[in-house]
């Protein structure tokens, strides 16, 4: 079992920067990949961003590629959201969850077994 909580949301103008972080325990954390999931009401659950458990393969959506950064520090096992040039339609609950990744399972369609309770980023224009 894996516990995921994020943390670092909050409310921010557009252009403006937030760093989420998702602190996991219970298995090493080192062997999950994670993927940053968000959701706003009546819309579906969009993939956001991703990273393997060898921290050098990342994955970003379009929407989040250029602005977006995600790494992780396995020894302090948690993983981060870098987000920049924040825009109103950014404003979601964003998740993270974790799983055991095949090899060749892409990040924005990897089957994740543990997901955090959300953490709400607002983006006022």
């Known amino acids: 079992q894996v516990q995921l909580v994020e943390s670092g949301g909050g409310l921010v103008q557009a252009g403006g920067s937030l760093r989420l972080s998702c602190a996991a325990s219970?298995?090493?954390?080192?062997?999950?990949?994670v993927g940053w999931f968000r959701q706003t009401l009546g819309k579906e659950r969009e993939f956001v961003a991703g990273?393997?458990?060898?921290?050098?393969?990342?994955s970003y959506s379009d929407s989040a590629k250029g602005r977006f950064t995600t790494f992780r520090d396995n020894a302090k096992n948690t993983v981060y959201l870098q987000m920049n040039s924040l825009k109103p339609e950014d404003t979601a609950v964003y998740y993270c969850?974790?799983?055991?990744?095949?090899?060749?399972?892409?990040?924005?369609?990897?089957?994740?077994?543990?997901w955090g309770q959300g953490t709400q980023v607002t983006v006022s224009s």
């Open positions: 990273i393997r458990e060898d921290v050098t393969i990342t």
């Open positions: 969850a974790a799983g055991l990744l095949g090899v060749s399972e892409r990040l924005r369609t990897a089957k994740y077994d543990y």
């Open positions: 219970g298995r090493p954390f080192r062997w999950y990949g």
